[in-house]
């Protein structure tokens, strides 16, 4: 199992930017598919943003966050990022980022999740 470590969560006024980052500890951090969820206080997880494995590095959003956010990684430190700009109240709540080995379905690694809060 991957072990994945969210940092860059924090307080910020709305129209404000963060970039979370997510590092984690395999050697074979290139062959996963990233992703970032969210969970808002009394709702349930949601998708944010993946990023494939391999070279494509196709890279999917939530419509609520296209335009604003943006998922890139570096495989040379196998981290992966989550550049949020133009913050929202809405956005608010606990980020995790998550791991899909390239011949899984499902998500099979949870970080502990970045805390972000937006004030309006």
Do not use: H
Not at 11 to 23: F, I, K, M, N, P
Not at 81 to 100: F, H, V
Request: aromatic share 12%; proline share 2%; hydrophobic share 30%.
């Amino acid at each position: 199992q991957v072990q994945l470590v969210e940092s860059g969560g924090g307080l910020v006024q709305a129209g404000d930017s963060l970039r979370l980052s997510c590092t984690a500890s395999t050697r074979t951090f290139s062959r996963y598919t990233m992703g970032w969820f969210r969970q808002a206080p009394g709702k349930e997880r949601e998708f944010v943003a993946a990023i494939t494995w391999g070279t494509d590095r196709t890279t999917y959003y939530a419509d609520s966050v296209k335009g604003r956010f943006t998922i890139s990684r570096d495989n040379a430190k196998n981290t992966v990022y989550l550049q949020m700009n133009s913050l929202k109240p809405d956005d608010t709540g606990d980020y995790y980022c998550a791991s899909r080995s390239s011949y899984d379905s499902t998500w099979g690694s949870w970080g502990q999740g970045t805390q972000v809060t937006v004030s309006s």
